[in-house]
């Protein structure tokens, strides 16, 4: 709940910033690093966030990730708005004011809906924290043998184990051998997670916000002359901003349908796997890459799809990632259920938390990975130093 609290607080701040134009400089920057580390220790804070969803159902948990996916869709949808509000116009003084009005307004819209998320978060959390019985764990409880398990002076640090040939032999293992268990148990699914972030991430945004329109002038009566050829190419990277946050939202909620929220966790790699096969599609896209002075650099690889073509490999690219993020949340608590099955209500809920924690760390691994990668794919696209371009 902290971390609720200081993400709020975090937005409040900001939002005030932005109508603070006669702040110090020094001032500003010195409240801007205040957030970032704010900010940063929040996050740290909402980590546990899905351990926590985990002792719930996996509606709970197919929420809490959709909420994620939340978040990219409303500053997404907010600038596309305001920009298409925007009429274009000729003057270059009046155009700057309008661009600074604009982010003005967008920065506000922004602020504002992370506050009144970020406090409608905490509310919940509130009301989920209260409610009568975790579903996971009192579908465990009722697995657990009769026999009551004696406490043992390192209890903290322990984990009870039972033979699988035997209902009542108990015997302490360590921390890391209760880990080393548990990741023998969720791998494939944590190697799924990995796989699935770092195509994403290897490709959107490093790549996707490179690419351009390919539509020509003499197709722009398709749209009315205020929107079209100029207009449609100016507003095509926030276009492809909200397609992907509306695809990876969707993806993230597709679990709420029955038959589509339990998969083999073999499966779920597979899916993983299959999704390499989007780096060749997106390359081959309208990929246009420029120097340090906005002259575009030579393609390395031919030009194939149109902008519609685009925009599905796109949708693909954020459903399948969210839908199969959310799956393995769903499905990390049950890959222990040998483990969790023989466990006190205390250390059920304690491995549980650690495999969540192991998957948002193979999360966080993902994602600085497929960053790095963004800048390979760079690199081979235009055949330049993917810094400098």
């Given at each position: ?230 207009r449609f190419k100016e507003l095509f990277v926030p276009l492809h901003f909200l ?147």
């Open positions: 709940m902290a971390g609720f609290v200081i993400i709020a607080v975090v937005f409040t701040i900001a939002l005030w910033m932005v109508h603070m134009d006669t702040l110090d400089a020094v001032v500003y920057f010195l409240l801007t690093l205040a957030l970032v580390i704010l900010t940063s220790f929040a996050s740290a804070l909402l980590a546990g966030i899905m351990g926590f969803a985990a002792l719930y159902s996996a509606d709970i948990v197919t929420t809490t990730v959709s909420g994620q996916g939340m978040s990219g869709v409303v500053p997404a949808l907010s600038q596309l708005i305001l920009m298409l509000s925007s009429p274009p116009t000729t003057d270059s003084i009046t155009a700057m004011n309008d661009a600074k009005s604009r982010l003005m307004t967008i920065t506000q819209v922004y602020f504002s809906v992370g506050v009144f998320i970020s406090t409608v978060s905490c509310i919940g959390y509130i009301l989920l924290q209260r409610s009568s019985h975790t579903v996971n764990a009192e579908h465990s409880y009722q697995e657990i043998l009769a026999e009551p398990q004696e406490n043992n002076a390192d209890g903290e640090n322990q984990m009870v184990a039972h033979s699988p040939n035997s209902s009542i032999q108990d015997h302490p293992i360590s921390v890391t051998e209760g880990v080393r268990r548990i990741w023998g148990s969720v791998y494939p699914l944590a190697l799924s997670l990995f796989l699935t972030f770092f195509v994403t991430l290897g490709l959107f945004p490093g790549i996707t916000s490179l690419v351009q329109s390919t539509r020509t002038p003499y197709r722009t009566q398709l749209l009315p002359l205020h929107y079209s050829d100029t397609i992907f946050a509306v695809a990876d939202l969707i993806g993230k909620s597709l679990p709420m349908i029955p038959s589509l929220s339990r998969f083999h966790p073999k499966l779920l790699l597979k899916a993983s796997l299959m999704r390499i096969a989007l780096f060749p599609l997106l390359m081959i896209c309208n990929v246009v890459i420029t120097d340090r002075t906005g002259i575009p650099l030579p393609r390395t690889l031919p030009l194939v799809f149109t902008d519609i073509s685009y925009f599905l490999i796109l949708a693909t690219l954020g459903v399948s990632g969210g839908w199969l993020t959310t799956l393995v949340f769903i499905a990390a608590p049950e890959a222990i259920s040998t483990i969790s099955h023989t466990a006190s209500p205390r250390e059920y809920e304690r491995v549980i938390r650690l495999v969540n924690e192991l998957m948002v760390i193979t999360t966080a691994t993902g994602l600085v990975f497929g960053s790095a990668l963004s800048f390979l794919l760079r690199w081979i696209l235009c055949g330049c130093n993917p810094f400098l371009s």
